[in-house]
């Protein structure tokens, strides 16, 4: 048996935590809107090089309030992945104010920032604006395509794996 | 009793389970969904991998609010309580079902993340927009501007050719090409408004002036006009309005002009009136009803709600055909000034516009003493006179260059020395003597505003006080306010003209003429 981590979605409501999930779980994408309340969990055996890692994750209801977060809903994590609306710049406006927070009640927690639905902008524009806001995105991803999912969640997991 | 109702009301909607430190269950009620004894219960659920960190924990209750789980093909969500008993290495778990209060949660939630989302979408098209607008609007100023400089020159040389011998038929094609450079002006002037006017930067200024004046010369201009249409120009100006009165004056008159222009353009025969009224005998603040009257053409029903659509909007629709941004800048500067350009007409029958502006009374009904300016044009061609005076021009654009050396030739009285920059201003102000200086304002290194600072802080008094004026192409407001403040004495907009230039020049060297100088 493989080892299983805790990995959460995080992030506004409406980026696309649901869509990144089911685009690396099953391979779909659908363009309508369902909302997620509560929390959704899925999981998916990763295989790595040297080992494999069953990854569990933690679909989170989107909040752009971080301090209304349960923290039931976050204990036994071992990453944050943080999505924001890459054609919603209030989407990512508040990330670093969020992210402190986060670091605050959870020091020993990576958190990695992706920007999904780059398909919908132009990245000059955007890498533009996360500079000036001085946002350190780890991917930039688009559900929809397929871009960058199975990659960022096979990074995540083998960083997971290294520091086990 | 009491427990047994317990147990009824509850047996559908709870699920009590025991399982160990290892996922194992232990035990289970099957309320809600059966599991086998011994079986792991992630293999059931991903949720239930959550176990093992309730044991890391030091806290013995857990609440996980509302997780979802398809179950039979169905979509449940539960609320669901862990107690860990650390000595016995296993954790009882109850299961609520909360299915129907969640899916009630969820419409609503849906709607309002729905409509919050598609309002973020807006706001950022719109946005886009204006960043986009500000953009044109700043491209429109900047192509106007550059496109300026040109014409200027073109327009100086032509009035130095003018003054050359030519026949009677060159002279005529120098007329038309003067006329053709003065309306593409004009129209750059128009784009620039409209620009400053759309990126909200044009400010009415109310500043005291002459009424009778300023409608006299208008009827002068507007007289000579009609006279050569054989047209009647008809005015009509209140007698009961005060003399003095405070309001934007520049703006205006360029509300007057555009639609006299249009009146005199579209009347081919009959009278253009422009009337002047008012009804109050305020003493601080008046309405004023303007009133432009042809027996022209007049406009089509169709189009009476087009022809003070912004440039934008016809240019959206196909429409724009330099058929002139005149009216949409009248109909956008009487907005400003608080008003409402109102247009009747009938075809073939004629136009009116009408507007009416509340203007200041100025308190001040007195004349000012006006400075006759002195000038005596022989004292200036003739040679007769002795002394030289040498004027320096800051200038960078040869032909700008070139144009004022045109100018100069024919003057007897001065002579003129061409500085390339600012810096150079300067250097040759410190090494040669000189009477005034004429500042282009925008010149590479070191430009008129910068120059006239140093030379208006320097140690030597001589340098310190000589009169400067500036040229430009510009003719904002701001720039002639900073020109001021830089200790410019006169301020004069390309192309210059060659009158006012000797005037001013004049002026300013009658009254600073050092007093004691030899030369
Ligand atoms: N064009 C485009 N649309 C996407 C992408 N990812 C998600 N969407 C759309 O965005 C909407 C929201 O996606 P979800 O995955 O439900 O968003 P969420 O973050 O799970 O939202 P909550 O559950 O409310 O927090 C849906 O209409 C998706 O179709 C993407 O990469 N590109
Ligand atoms: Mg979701």
Redesign the pocket.
């Known amino acids: 048996m493989s080892v299983s981590k805790k990995i959460v979605?995080l992030?506004?409501?409406?980026?696309?935590?649901?869509?990144?999930?089911?685009?690396f779980v099953e391979n779909t994408?659908?363009?309508?809107?369902?909302?997620?309340?509560g929390v959704h969990i899925m999981k998916k055996e990763v295989h790595l090089e040297k080992d494999n890692i069953t990854l569990v994750i933690w679909?989170?209801?989107?909040?752009d309030d971080f301090t209304k977060y349960r923290s039931s809903y976050l204990m036994g994590a071992s990453s944050f992945i943080y999505?924001f609306?890459a054609?919603r710049p209030i989407t990512y406006g508040d990330i670093k104010y969020n992210l402190e927070h986060l670091k605050e009640k959870y020091p020993h927690v990576s958190a990695h920032i992706i920007g999904?639905?780059?398909?919908?902008v132009d990245p000059d524009v955007l890498l533009n604006d996360l500079k000036a806001q001085d946002i350190q995105h780890s991917y930039l991803?688009?559900?929809?395509?397929g871009?960058n999912v199975e990659l960022l969640f096979k990074n995540v997991a083998a960083q997971l794996l290294e520091n086990a | 009793m009491l427990n047994k109702l317990r147990q009824e009301f509850l047996e559908n909607t709870t699920q009590l389970l025991i399982v160990n430190n290892t996922n194992q269950v232990l035990d289970t009620d099957d309320s809600l969904f059966s599991i086998k004894k011994g079986s792991d219960i992630t293999d059931f659920h991903p949720f239930f991998h959550v176990i093992s960190s309730l044991f890391e924990d030091d806290r013995k209750q857990q609440k996980f609010y509302c997780v979802q789980m398809e179950i039979k093909g169905k979509t449940c969500f539960f609320d669901i309580r862990s107690q860990v008993d650390f000595e016995k290495k296993q954790v009882v778990l109850f299961i609520e079902d909360l299915t129907d209060h969640y899916k009630t949660l969820h419409q609503i939630?849906q709607v309002r993340?729905e409509s919050i989302?598609n309002f973020n979408i807006t706001q950022e098209l719109n946005h886009q927009l204006n960043v986009e607008r500000g953009f044109k609007n700043k491209f429109l100023a900047n192509v106007s501007h550059e496109i300026r400089t040109p014409l200027n020159s073109i327009l100086g040389f032509l009035s130095v050719l003018e003054n050359t011998s030519l026949d009677r038929e060159q002279l005529d094609i120098i007329g038309i090409i003067k006329d053709s450079s003065k309306n593409l002006v004009a129209i750059v002037d128009d784009l620039l408004d409209i620009s400053k006017i759309e990126a909200g930067h044009l400010e009415i200024k109310n500043k005291r002036f002459d009424f009778k004046k300023f409608t006299k010369s208008l009827v002068k201009t507007y007289d000579l006009q009609a006279n050569e249409k054989r047209l009647q120009f008809v005015t009509d100006i209140g007698t009961n309005i005060p003399k003095f009165l405070i309001g934007d004056q520049l703006r205006l008159n360029q509300i007057l002009i555009n639609l006299l222009e249009n009146a005199l353009k579209y009347t081919h025969q009959g009278t253009v009136t422009l009337r002047i009224s008012t009804t109050s005998r305020n003493m601080r603040r008046i309405p004023v009803t303007f009133e432009i009257i042809d027996t022209g053409i007049g406009i089509p029903k169709e189009y009476l709600t087009t022809i003070f659509e912004s440039f934008t909007q016809l240019e959206k629709r196909g429409l724009f055909g330099g058929s002139g941004l005149g009216l949409s800048i009248v109909k956008q500067l009487t907005q400003l000034m608080d008003s409402n350009l109102e247009v009747s007409s009938k075809e073939n029958e004629g136009s009116t516009f009408k507007f009416t502006i509340s203007l200041g009374v100025s308190h001040d009904q007195k004349e000012e003493k006006e400075t006759p300016v002195i000038r005596n044009s022989e004292k200036r061609s003739g040679g007769s006179k002795k002394k030289k005076y040498r004027i320096l021009l800051g200038e960078d654009i040869e032909v700008n260059q070139l144009l004022m050396m045109r100018l100069f030739a024919d003057e007897g009285t001065y002579s003129l020395d061409i500085a390339k920059n600012g810096e150079q201003v300067v250097l040759f102000l410190e090494k040669y003597q000189y009477d005034l200086v004429l500042m282009d304002l925008s010149m590479p290194v070191m430009d008129g505003y910068d120059a006239a600072m140093r030379i208006r802080n320097h140690t030597d008094k001589k340098i310190k006080k000589i009169p400067i004026v500036a040229l430009t192409a510009r003719t904002t407001e701001e720039e002639r306010d900073e020109a001021k403040e830089c200790g410019m004495n006169a301020y004069l907009t390309k192309p210059i003209n060659s009158d006012l230039l000797f005037k001013t020049i004049d002026r300013l060297l009658h009254r600073y003429k050092p007093k004691k100088e030899k030369n």
Do not use: C, M, P, Q
């Open positions: 979605l992030g506004h409501f409406g980026v696309g935590k649901s869509s990144l999930l089911r685009r994408f659908s363009e309508n809107y369902t909302v997620t309340i679909d989170v209801e989107g909040t999505v609306d054609s999904n639905k780059v398909d919908l991803s688009s559900a929809k395509t871009e | 939630k993340n989302i």
